[in-house]
Structures are given as C-alpha cells and as structure tokens.
C-alpha cells in the first residue's frame, strides 16, 4: 500500500466514525469501546456490567467481534444485551466501517448503553477510531509489570484502566498497585479499577465510575 493509498483509508475510517458518532449520539446511546488483550476478561466484564446495568433499570447493548464466530455474541445474549456480532475475517483490527455495519443491524433507540468489546489487541485499537463516546483499556493482573511502559499509546490515550483478575494476586509476583502506577506515569488523569470480573469484585465501583447511579438512568 502507498502513502496516498494509506491516507484514503484512514481519511475513510475517520468519516465513518465521525458517522457512527453522530448517529449513536443522535439516538441517545451512550457508546463504550472495550480493548485490551486476548483472554483479560472483557467477555466476563461486560456480562456482569451487562446484568448489572440491566437490574438498574437500562436497555443494555453489546457488539461482539471476533476473527469468526460468535462465543462472546452467545455470552452477551445470554446476559440479556441486545446484540449484533462482527466477524473480521483475515484484519487484524476493527474499525469504523465494520462497526457501522453493526450498528444498522441494531435498533439504537431502544438502547442506552452500548458496549463494543473491541478484537484482541493493545496496539491495533488505537489506531483505528470507532466513534465511541468512551474506551475503556483492561489489563489482567497475569500480565505482570512493564506492559504498560511497553506499548503506552493506548494507555496514555484511555483513561480508565481496569486491572482484572485480582483474585490470581496472591500467586503472582506483581501486585495491582505496580501497574496502577505504570499506568499513572503515563496517563495523569487516567484511573485505575481493581477487578475480579469472575465473581463480580469492583463491578459496582466500577459502574459508579462510569457515572451510572443505578437509581434510573445515567
Ligand atoms: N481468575 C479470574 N479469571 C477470570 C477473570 N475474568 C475473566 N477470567 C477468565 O479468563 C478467561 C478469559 O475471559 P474472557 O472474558 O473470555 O476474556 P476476553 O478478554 O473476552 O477474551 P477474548 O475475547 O478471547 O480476547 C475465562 O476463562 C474467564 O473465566 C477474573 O477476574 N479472575
Ligand atoms: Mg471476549
């Protein structure tokens, strides 16, 4: 691919998802992105977000992606999410115009919150805007210190962090608060959630930092 070639695709990805935000925003629908690597947990978050928000009293969605299939679309839809599910084929990445295409399969205005469980991945996501009004990055406790000063562009640019799978801290050597502090040095006004998705711990500190109040809607 040449340079002009390459500048066409992203001005094309930018216009879709300056489309996918004006079009979620005009149908009320609060948009998250979630990234983060293979296996973090983001799959088990949203499911208990999914519930959660649900038992407050708001129409939940999810889109799920993945290379084929569609495990994640069965999980969400068994939370109870209307969903939509994207399959990526061969790309390595999820981007603008696959969302849309969700997106249409999807009645918005039914929907107050719509969750996007972005492919695997702590490089590529960034890259590829998607028109969400938020991201959110997880990071499992697994994956030990210096991953955060490794690959800092979608850290710096994600301003909540969730550290997942707390309950393992007693069999690992890194504790939560050494990635809460990678993290911190490159994200100033970034914040740290600690997690244990599997059984639910942090889910409601986590659901009153994304300003849900649970008394209706957010
Ligand atoms: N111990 C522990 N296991 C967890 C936690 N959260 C998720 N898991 C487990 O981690 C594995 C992967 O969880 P998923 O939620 O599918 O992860 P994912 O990020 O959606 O995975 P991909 O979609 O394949 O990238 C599953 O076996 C989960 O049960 C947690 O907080 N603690
Ligand atoms: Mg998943």
């Known amino acids: 691919m040449d340079v002009t070639d390459h500048e066409e695709l992203l001005v094309r990805q930018i216009r879709h998802a300056d489309a996918n935000f004006h079009l979620l925003k ?20 949203m499911e208990r977000l999914i519930e959660r928000l ?14 084929t299939g569609d495990t994640d679309f069965q999980r969400f839809l068994t939370s109870g999410a209307i969903c939509a599910n994207i399959n990526t084929g061969g ?6 115009v696959s969302l849309s295409r969700a997106l249409s399969d999807l009645d918005l205005a039914a929907i107050d919150v719509l969750f996007i469980e972005n492919l695997p991945g702590i490089i590529s996501p960034v890259d590829y805007p998607l028109g969400t009004s938020e991201e959110i990055v997880v990071l499992p406790l697994t ?22 799978k707390i309950d393992l801290a007693s069999v690992l050597s890194t504790s939560p608060k050494t990635i809460a502090a990678e993290y911190a040095s490159v994200n100033l006004q970034g914040r740290s ?21 649970c008394d209706g809607k957010w």
């Open 54 to 67: 649900i038992t407050c009293g708001l129409v939940v969605g999810a889109i799920a992606t993945a290379a």
């Open 143 to 164: 994956a030990g210190s210096g991953v955060v000063s490794s690959y800092p562009r979608i850290f710096a640019q994600t301003d909540l962090l969730i550290i997942n």
């Open 91 to 96: 790309s390595g990445y999820l981007d603008a």
């Open 193 to 213: 959630i600690l997690t244990d998705a599997l059984r639910g711990n942090g889910i409601s500190k986590l659901i009153e930092t994304l300003g849900f109040d």
């Open 26 to 45: 005009a149908n009320g629908v609060r948009s998250i992105n979630v990234m983060g690597p293979v296996g973090c947990g983001k799959t088990t978050l």
